[in-house]
């Protein structure tokens, strides 16, 4: 059976993204007051998953760090049909970069016993670095794919995928176990359905510590990250906007003009 | 003892062994940070038939260039070319490798990164030497910008946009050395590169376009964001977009303009139903004339531009369209 891992991000709404605050005290993101959501590109990540397990067997364990409560899009993933869902949670893991992530996480990968296929996606909503999947990869010596479109076969040894380029795609193929990064031209993720969420109550998420991991505090989250920020500045506008007013007409009208006067028209 | 005297290194990024203007720009970077340093620019060149490239990096700043020239290295094959950096970095040492955020560079930076166990900051919009020599990554984060630095570990690793950094303007007289890099380079086996296909992008290219127009969250919908298209083709402008546009199925990635999308520098921009949020705004430099279409009008946006109109863009933008149609026709009576 294909054992199949999916990183699942809570993230801050991208909806409502510009409430988040950098704090000045502990230079890190203040995202109480925003809801947490699945990363957008992580459910094609769990899609993909779970379209391989219709076609065969696999069993598809959900992985997050986070907070505490980003045990409710680990149980949203539950819902929509993955099989097991761990959420790292320690205190020690806030404030972590990109390799700090990424070694949490192929840390609970390796607890959570042998992978074939780790899935990502390309890149977090509120990260963006796009770092973690390859970073994870190395640090659980699998080989890396990153910006998967489409997979084109798979089976339990290799899969053949073809990863987006800027002006076209290379079309690979990969032994397992391999980590995978996917971007949203892959599938279209499911909704979640009443069964499901019926269905998931009765799974259970493991949470996982530092103890739990076995792993030195010095290697986890701030104190685990190689990079710092060291200052925030905001930005100056340089420009002066003048508004084109009165009827809707009249704007298009005068916004014409300008454009006209620019060279555009 | 010496002072600090490991190089500044850039990895080059090559298409059908033409050096990508990024590889160029970030040389010229890498020729300040590393003036400033007091220590020498190294480029790693791997491909096969570039032989030729390493008088355009001497020309840019390099002071050495490491040739890989070999069939091997002919495509970007991740297991490959990691172990050749790695290899090199690990008896050279350099203190920062900076990498374009290209397709190669966004999946090889961290495959390096990670070996080198070290740090790596994403799609820096600026690099400058501090007082205590560490390199300080900028990169804009909600509504301002933040300063990263990786002061503990070496190397210093970023990755930068094309169009972020000017080309240098070539220097001929420089003297320089080139190193070959000696195989056998061979992989793991563990993936293989079956066939690398190009396809032409469509529409008109944003980074060579005049005028561009992006549209974002505000389109609301495939119809709205249909309006937004037809005014692009009316201007004759390249059509590029923010993330929820990508997010959404609007618009292509290969479209979004920013920090972790394309630089763009059009004589004018005219953002469509966006919030004018840093991510986004940094990738246009350089535009004369700035224009936002919102329908808040106490949208950050309008503090970035020139002209502004609020109004809401579904209903905006047919009228707008209409209007151009009637200058045109004026136009073309008289
Ligand atoms: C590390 C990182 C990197 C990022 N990189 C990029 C990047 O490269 N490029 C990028 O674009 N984003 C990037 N982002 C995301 C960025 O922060 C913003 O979330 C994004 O740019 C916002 O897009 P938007 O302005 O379209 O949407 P919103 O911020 O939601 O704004 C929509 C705007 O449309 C207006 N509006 C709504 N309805 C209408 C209507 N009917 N008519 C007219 N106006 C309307 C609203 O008033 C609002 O101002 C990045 C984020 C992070 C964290
Ligand atoms: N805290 C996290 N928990 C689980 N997965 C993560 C986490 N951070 C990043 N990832 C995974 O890594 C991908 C890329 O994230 P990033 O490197 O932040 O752009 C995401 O799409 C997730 O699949």
Partial sequence: MLKIVVCVKAVPDPKKACDIKIDPKTKTLLRCDVPMVINPLDKHALE???????TGEAYITVLSM???????IVKECLALGADKGILLSDAAFGGADAFATAYTLAMGVQKNGAADVVLCGMASSDGATEWVGPEMAVMLDMPVVTMVREIVAHNNEAWEVKAALENGYRHMKVRLPAVFTVTRDLNTPRTLSFSGIIKARKKEITQWGLDDLGVPAEKVGLKGSPTIVTEMRAVENTRTVEFMEGTREEKAEQLVQKLAEVGVL | MMENANPVWV?????NCNLLPVTLQLVGKARSLADDLGVSVEVVLLGDGVEAQADNLFGAGADRVYLGNDPELANYHPDVYTDVIVGLAEVQEPQIVLLGSTSMGRELAPLVAARLKTGLTAHCIDLCINKD??????????????????????????????????????DEGRTN??????????????????????????????????????GGAGAGDHNGWDLIARLAKELGAGLGCTRPA??????????????????????????????????????????????AVNNDRKSPVFNQVDFGVVDDCREFLPVLLEKIREYREKQASC
Avoid at chain 1, 66 to 72: E, I, K, L, R, T
Avoid at chain 2, 136 to 157: F, L, N
Avoid at chain 2, 186 to 213: F, N, T, Y
Wanted: charged share 20%; proline share 9%; aromatic share 4%.
């Fill in chain 1, 66 to 72: 986070g907070p505490p409560n980003a045990g409710a």
């Fill in chain 1, 48 to 54: 993909a998953a779970l379209q391989i397990k219709a």
């Fill in chain 2, 246 to 291: 990508v997010d959404e199925g609007w618009a292509e990635l290969e479209t979004m303009i920013g920090q972790s999308g394309k630089m763009v520098s059009p004589e004018t921009y005219l953002g469509i139903g966006l919030s004018g949020e840093q991510q986004h705004m940094v990738g246009i430099a350089g535009a004369k004339t700035m224009v």
């Fill in chain 2, 11 to 15: 990895i080059a990024d090559q298409e």
């Fill in chain 2, 177 to 214: 050395e080139i190193v070959p890099v000696e195989g056998p380079f061979q992989h793991k086996g563990r993936v293989e590169i079956l066939e690398v296909v190009m396809e032409e992008p469509e529409g008109i290219p944003l980074d060579s376009a005049a005028c561009v127009l992006a």
């Fill in chain 2, 133 to 170: 020599k560490i390199l300080e990554q900028v990169i804009p984060a909600y509504g301002g910008e933040i300063t990263i630095v990786c002061p503990e570990r070496k190397p210093q690793m970023a990755t930068v946009a094309q169009g972020v950094f000017p080309l240098p303007v070539p």
